[in-house]
């Protein structure tokens, strides 16, 4: 009797211990904190990576990037290692965009599990830090993906405002659109951009900025836009080692 008692409270243990995929966190689609814009730039590192910075930078405003190990360029390179240095030196937030941008809901465990492993491996690496913070490609999840976060660590995040460049705007129109959302003034903005698009990095990437300030938006990181943590690790940088390959 006594015996198949504790059998019983192991196996609520356990059972308690994995949430069921109805109980497991929500993607991240809005910031919360009051007053707050939150400009992200995936698919780097990439060529632009330090005007961005330093864009942001010279507005006293905070970016986040989501960065792929291969995409528009290899993370390992010398040019993405010091670009992806650079943005986190200057306070930047670095997240992850999984390894090579594939479409995840696609794929099976151990194929995610690499998509996600690999480039906090890499983020490790080059940065010293491990993200809490990882965007789906395309915004795309399931709920074997949001498992795989959750047992990373993982906190997943889109957006609620796309400015258009990667799905053909132009940089006019993507301008237009953040003028229209600036007007609408919503409490909080969390903002979809590409950091590998010279004209997002020219031309609109300034405007957002300039039309955001004014209509009152402090333009912080995603985690300080909800008030949690940016990295679930912080510490050196490792050397370069034949392991920096993609
Ligand atoms: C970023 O690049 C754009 C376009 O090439 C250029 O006009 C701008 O001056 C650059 N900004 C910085 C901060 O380097
Ligand atoms: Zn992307």
Request: hydrophobic share 35%.
């Amino acid at each position: 009797m006594f015996a198949s008692w504790i059998c019983i409270f192991a196996l609520a243990t356990l059972v308690l211990a994995i949430p069921t995929r109805r109980e497991l966190p929500q993607v991240i689609t809005k910031c919360t904190v009051p007053n707050t814009a939150a400009l992200t730039f995936d698919d780097g590192p990439y060529i632009y990576l330090k005007n961005v910075s330093d864009t942001l930078s010279a507005a006293g405003a905070t970016g986040t990037f989501f960065f792929n190990g291969q995409n528009y360029d290899c993370i390992y390179t010398r040019e993405s290692v010091d670009g992806a240095a650079y943005a986190y030196s200057k306070g930047h937030q670095i997240g992850s965009h999984t390894w090579s941008h594939g479409h995840l809901t696609t794929l099976d465990k151990t194929q995610l599990v690499s998509e996600f492993s690999r480039t906090e491996d890499a983020l490790k690496k080059i940065l010293g830090v491990v993200p809490a913070f990882t965007r789906c490609p395309y915004g795309e999840y399931n709920d074997l993906v949001r498992q795989v976060a959750y047992e990373r660590g993982q906190t997943l995040v889109n957006w609620d405002f796309d400015s258009g460049d990667s799905v053909g705007k132009t940089p006019e129109e993507s301008k237009n659109l953040y003028d229209d959302v600036a007007n609408e003034h919503p409490s909080t903005l969390l903002a979809l951009n590409h950091e590998v698009y010279e004209t997002t990095v020219g031309i609109v990437l300034p405007h957002a900025i300039e039309v955001l300030q004014e209509a009152g938006y402090r333009l912080v990181s995603v985690a300080e836009c909800l008030g949690i943590e940016p990295y679930r690790y912080q510490g050196d940088a490792s050397p370069r080692d034949a392991s920096w390959t993609c």
